[in-house]
């Protein structure tokens, strides 16, 4: 794991905007794994601004979301397919039909999930999977004590997370219990990984993830077993870390060619 740590939300943002910058423009077939929630918000912010200015392009860019609740039409307000088209794709040169969120509509849920997994294979797989986390360590939807080797499925939410997601709906009863969700193994397929976290509210998330157990009861702490992640942290988030320095040291001491 790599933990970068900066000061602001903002900062954070523009360091994981270079990363997607540079994998965009070094590959020629790139597969990106997208993330929800407020905290990827101004990562796709400054990416729609340099594709404006042309810095980058998504023409050739496949993506795939994480996840998707089950039993809201992709135009409801809290779909995340509307999410996706609305904070990201309708500004972008991205080809609609290379973008993937798993379809939480679908007549049969268990043949949708198996067709994405096949769509991600079939793709040659995710090279960059952007991640963000829940204030219980969730990635995507996968709730604490979940299996840490899990495929793409239909989950149950728990009921942290329904609250923490109400504040998005008229009400908690209106958020969905189920969802799709990439599974642990899936996003583990990824050939690098960039969580972002930001805020006090994610504190305990973040010190559990990089300094705790590998366990089911934090299911970002498989990260700890990933070839390539990195973590980057707003210093209300990295608040909890006992290593801070640490890691600030390793930042500074990186070798040329293990920049970004
Ligand atoms: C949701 C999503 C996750 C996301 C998490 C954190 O439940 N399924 O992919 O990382 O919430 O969201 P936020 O960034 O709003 O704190």
Known sequence: MEIIIRKTAEECAEFAAKIVENYLRINQRPVLGLATGSTPLRLYKILIQKNKEQAISFKKCVTFNLDEYVGLTSDHAQAYRHYM?????????????NTHVPDGMAEDLRQECQRYETAIRNSGGIGLQILGIGSNAHIGFNEPMCSLSSRTWVKILSRETIRANARFFNSPEEVPKHCITMGIGTIM?????????????????????IEGPISANCPASILQMHPRTTIIVDEDAAKRLQNKSHYTWVEQNKLDWQQY
């Open 85 to 97: 088209d609305t904070e990201l794709f309708q500004h972008t040169d991205i080809q609609i039909e």
């Open 189 to 209: 397929e990824a050939k690098h990984c960039i969580v972002l976290a930001t805020g006090e509210s994610k504190a305990d998330a973040v010190v559990n993830m």
